[in-house]
């Protein structure tokens, strides 16, 4: 009977023993996995370090990372925008060779248009136009004085009148009659139709131009003039306007 109760009384401390070296290996193996945590928490932060003392000993991650920025490279350029990228050049069409053997057709070249200085053909009816005083619209269908004009690029002498002058005119009086006759002639010739006929016997004039007679129904546009005043009869003796 102590046999028994002795034996029966040391068996729990065994199981006690048992008990207590099953909770301590516990508790080491949650301390290892909590340093394995731990390390691995730091070496995570600390990535650039380790990898940066690690490189020359792993050859394979550094040929690794360079093809991965090669790699990176193309989608950079895909994403800048595209005005920062250069311009293509644009191929150049090839050039044609030239004919050989056939000769180029020569076209005439083209003659200006010859100025109209009729002369001899103004002499006739019905001639018209606007006129200007020379000197604004050129030298063409304008009045230069009491008894010249210009018309159809031909300077017009009056053959039957002269005209006090405005330019070298001996006096203030002569120079204002003679700007009167320059506008009364100019009225005359844009008022309607007009003729142009050549006297017999010319005066003789040192002014250049073709000598005419301008008429209107009959009557010389000149002899207006004289009867208003602001001419003299060519043929006459010529007397001085001023007083």
Known sequence: MSSRTASSRRAPTKRRKSSRSSGGQGMTSWLVVLALVACSIALYDNRAVVLK??????????????????????????????QSRPPAQ?????????????????????????????TAGLTGENFSGKFYFCGTSGLDNCVMSGDTFWYRKTRIVLADIAAPRT??????????????????????????RFDLETLKAEASSNAPGVMRVATRNGRSLGSILVSEGLAKPRMARQQSWCP
Do not use: N
């Open 53 to 82: 003392e690690l490189a020359p000993l792993l050859p394979r991650e550094r040929i690794t990372a360079q093809e991965t920025q090669h790699k990176a490279k193309p989608e950079r350029e895909k994403a800048q925008p595209a």
């Open 167 to 192: 330019e070298g005119a001996a006096c203030q009086q002569e120079r204002d009659r003679g700007f009167a006759a320059k506008v009364r002639l100019k009225d005359l010739l844009s008022s309607g």
């Open 90 to 118: 644009t191929a150049k069409a090839p050039v044609p060779p030239a004919d050989v053997g056939i000769a180029k057709a020569a076209f005439p070249a083209s003659r200006p248009a010859a100025a109209v200085t009729e």
